[in-house]
């Protein structure tokens, strides 16, 4: 079985007019021979923004780019036939399908409501206004282009506990709708700002018991029109705990078998983290947000980075069977809401550090594999040219996961500047020793013991053209570049 190695395959700024689902579906066979198993999709429904959405901005769970809305039939994805083409085009090279989940909130409503309202303190959101009063809300969503196919359900303020928008009168903030539920938010959710169910747009009342039932008869309905392995829940520290506790299980029970779910709860928290695992039975993984941010300090720091504390405070090494790896995603990428990059010259060096350890389960970028260029404007209100190289090693890197990330690990995280880790290998498989410098040139000396003596090691990567070949002790020093990584794998298995 080949090791779980995830694909994001979007990134914010991925072209429109249909080419995402086409240049999956003509890649699906690539990503498979390069040792990619599961394939993370951008939100495959139809958002407010029509065919420039990239999908977070959901209108229509049931509109795969089938009906004419928003502006067109396709999502910015393409259509609903070419979605299936992907899909099945993946299948077939017997990689996973993960769907992204948007379930905090909806935007785009089709038609308005009067309803009452409470203002809300948007520093505390627990400081609701007693005081209620009428407004015009956009919260009713008839989806009048797909007359209702699918699922005849037809959402209205009921369905939402707040709003950040109000007409008549006009303001913009945080209001909280009046409803049957209760008079406050929504728990079992993030606790800054007081409460954080409230993020965006018009937000989902989950205490609504149709509500509820809607967004699971929504991932039946999808497990039964596509292939799915798992799915990625964004941003769940919005979302009551409870409720993913309750559809996860109903999902796994429908699809009769065991799907692989990870979470967006962003925050570099590992007790907040650990809280929310627990509310969920820990039936489900998190992006380690910890590493990304010290990959991000340690690209930013070069020498002065000190490389042996490079996990410290992560969930990958808290939690490593809760974590999922990464070096970027859609919202660190530069310009974006989270923006955090990491600085090209360490991505390499990243990689390694997610791709070849034992512990962890892996998400690769897309524009990381590919590239990606790209201008929006930037927190300055001016025009940004992006340029995301491509990182050359990275195919080699995923190819080395499944070929020698074998096998029992022993760390050699004993200087600042220069770390490795070994991969024993297994009766099997091979391993390798990974070495890693953010100064200049040096060498680490590895002990591999006397029953390797004389067994001769290439840098699977190339950055480095020598062998090495261990003593009759079974040790040798390993070179590595300056500022780079280099993975050494018997000669005789490269
Ligand atoms: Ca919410």
């Not at 809280?275 to 990304?292: E, K, P, S, T």
């Not at 405070?313 to 923006?339: C, F, I, K, R, W």
Request: contains cysteine; proline residues 5%; negative net charge.
């Amino acid at each position: 079985m080949p090791q779980r190695t995830l694909l994001q395959a979007f990134h914010w700024y991925t072209p429109g007019d249909g080419y995402l689902w086409k240049d999956i579906e003509d890649k699906a066979a690539s990503w498979a021979e390069m040792g990619i198993t599961d394939v993370w999709l951008p939100p495959i429904y139809k958002g407010a923004g029509g065919g420039y959405s990239v999908g977070y901005d959901v209108y229509d769970l049931f509109d795969l780019g089938e009906f004419d809305q928003k502006g067109g039939v396709a999502t910015k994805y393409g259509d609903r036939a070419a979605l299936e083409r992907a899909v099945h085009a993946l299948e077939a090279k017997g990689l996973g399908v993960i769907y992204d989940v948007v379930f905090n909130h909806k935007m785009g409503a089709d038609e308005t409501e009067r309803v009452k309202v409470h203002r809300v303190n948007p520093d505390n959101r627990e400081e609701i206004d007693p005081e209620t009063f009428e407004a015009t809300v956009h919260t009713r969503f008839t989806f009048p282009g797909r007359q209702g196919k699918h699922s005849k359900f037809i959402w209205d303020a009921k369905c939402f506990s707040g709003i950040d928008h109000i007409e008549d009168p006009d303001e913009d903030g945080v209001f909280k709708l009046v409803n049957d539920y209760d008079d406050g938010w929504n728990v079992e959710v993030d606790a800054e700002f007081g409460n954080f169910d409230y993020l965006m747009g018009s937000d989902i009342e989950f205490r609504n018991k149709a509500v509820y039932e809607e967004l699971k008869y929504w991932g039946r309905w999808l497990l039964g029109e596509l292939p799915s392995a798992g799915f990625r829940l964004d941003a769940v520290k919005h979302i009551p705990a409870w409720f993913f506790r309750d559809w996860i299980g109903h999902m796994r029970e429908t699809a009769g078998k065991d799907l692989f779910v990870v979470a967006e709860y962003w925050l570099p928290d590992l007790e907040a983290l650990g809280r929310y695992l627990d509310l969920v039975d820990r039936q489900l993984m998190l992006f380690d947000v910890a590493l990304h941010y010290n990959f991000h300090d340690a690209s930013k720091g070069g020498p002065d980075y000190d490389l042996r504390q490079v996990f410290d405070g992560t969930l990958v090494a808290a939690m490593p069977e809760h974590a999922v790896t990464l070096v970027a995603n859609h919202d660190t990428q530069p310009l974006q809401s989270l923006e955090a990059p990491v600085e090209p010259w360490f991505k390499p060096l990243a990689y390694a550090l997610i791709l070849l350890r034992e512990q962890g389960v892996p998400c690769v970028f897309l524009p990381d594999l590919y590239g990606a260029r790209y201008t929006d404007k930037g927190g300055d209100g001016e025009d940004h040219d992006i340029d995301m190289p491509a990182i050359d090693c990275l195919p080699r890197l995923i190819e080395a996961r499944q070929r020698f990330g074998n096998g029992p690990q022993t760390d050699l995280f004993d200087d600042a500047n220069s770390i490795a880790f070994i991969r024993h290998g297994t009766a099997e498989a091979p391993g390798c020793v990974v070495v890693l410098t953010n100064a200049g040139e040096t060498a680490k000396p590895v002990d591999l013991g006397p029953e390797m003596a004389g067994v001769a090691f290439r840098d699977f990567l190339g950055h480095r053209g020598d062998e090495v070949v261990l003593d009759e002790a079974g040790c040798a020093s390993f070179p590595v570049n300056g500022g780079s990584v280099s993975v050494w794998v018997r000669a005789d298995a490269a």
